[in-house]
Nanobody, 125 residues
Framework: QVQLVESGGGLVQAGGSLRLSCAASGRSFSNYPMGWFRRALGREREFVAAISRSGGSTYYADFVKGRFTISRDNAKNTVYLQMNSLNPEDTAVYYC??????????????????WGQGTRVTVSS
C-alpha cells in the first residue's frame, strides 16, 4: 500500500512559479514510476508529466514542455513538479500518482493505481 500526499499548491500570478511536492509512504517508492496529472474545472483529469523509477527518464504533455520539470528524490520518497511561466490555463487540482504494477513510466491515467488527494493551483491573470 502506498499513500501519497501532495503539497505546494496555492495562488500565483500569471508568469509566476510554484513547486509541488508529493511525499510517499512505504519502502518501495523507488520501485514505482510516478506521474503528475491535473483536473481543471469542468474537464477530465489529464496527464502532465511522468518520471521513471530512477529519475533518468521523463515525459511531458505538450502543453507543459519547457515550462514544467518533474523530478524525484528516492532518498526522501518524494516527487516534485516545478512549474514555471504559469498561465491561467494551468489552474487545476494537481494529483500525483504511483504505478506499482509496472516498471515503465506511463502517460495513461488508468495505469496508475495509487493517487494523492490533490493540491489546488490557481493562476490569476
Amino acid at each position: 500500500q502506498v499513500q501519497l500526499v501532495e503539497s505546494g499548491g496555492g495562488l500565483v500570478q500569471a508568469g509566476g512559479s510554484l513547486r509541488l511536492s508529493c511525499a510517499a509512504s512505504g519502502r518501495s517508492f523507488s520501485n514505482y514510476p510516478m506521474g503528475w496529472f491535473r483536473r481543471a474545472l469542468g474537464r477530465e483529469r489529464e496527464f502532465v508529466a511522468a518520471i521513471s523509477r530512477s529519475g533518468g527518464s521523463t515525459y511531458y504533455a505538450d502543453f507543459v514542455k519547457g515550462r514544467f520539470t518533474i523530478s524525484r528524490d528516492n532518498a526522501k520518497n518524494t516527487v516534485y513538479l516545478q512549474m514555471n511561466s504559469l498561465n491561467p490555463e494551468d489552474t487545476a487540482v494537481y494529483y500525483c500518482a504511483a504505478r506499482s504494477r509496472s516498471t515503465l513510466l506511463s502517460t495513461t491515467l488508468s495505469e496508475y493505481n495509487y493517487w494523492g488527494q490533490g493540491t489546488r493551483v490557481t493562476v490569476s491573470s
